[in-house]
């Protein structure tokens, strides 16, 4: 597996967005999705990662995708967005690739505190966020108490993820 920088405006980005998007809608109603848009995912303080996987012809293959924005509204802190995997790569470990990838991120620029929001919806995520680390926490920055809503925190090692 390959892990590297993502073009929020590329075709390959473009149609993961697309996919997360129909797949987030189908679990909760729109107020309660908090996706990164594309004009996000190409600020300067977000890190858009892709990973890669070989195919059988040897090619690099889009497999999944995850975004980390350095933000400074409650705190100073990396927020995790946009982490998606397409169904057919699901169970290989790849999401928790992504996530040590964005982590590292973080710890290189001296950021310390990682934060996220997930849906109840999405037990696997969930589990793999407490797997490696995160616990729950209240609302931060601009959310809202959501019933659908999960926030979770990790404070960062400075000897690796």
């Not at 303080?45 to 409650?74: H, M, S, W």
Request: aromatic share 8%; proline share 4%; with cysteine.
């Amino acid at each position: 597996m390959i892990i590297k920088r993502l073009d929020p405006d590329s075709d390959e980005a473009q149609m993961i967005i697309t996919q997360s998007d129909a797949y987030m809608s189908a679990l909760y109603p729109s107020e309660s999705n908090h996706l990164a848009s594309t004009n996000v995912l190409k600020q300067s303080n977000v890190l858009f990662l892709g990973a890669y996987v070989q195919n059988p012809a040897q090619e690099e293959k889009l497999a999944g995708c995850g975004a980390v924005r350095i933000r400074t509204d409650d705190g100073h802190y990396g927020e995790i967005k946009r982490l998606f995997v397409f169904e057919e790569y699901r169970g290989l470990g790849i999401s928790k690739e992504i996530m040590c990838a964005l982590e590292s991120s973080l710890i290189d620029q001296d950021i310390w505190i990682a934060r996220l929001e997930t849906g109840v919806k999405q037990p696997e995520a969930i589990a793999l966020y407490q797997k490696i680390g995160y616990i729950e926490r209240g609302p931060f920055a601009s959310y809202q108490t959501d019933p659908l809503s999960l926030f979770m925190e990790k404070v960062l090692s400075p000897h690796g993820v």
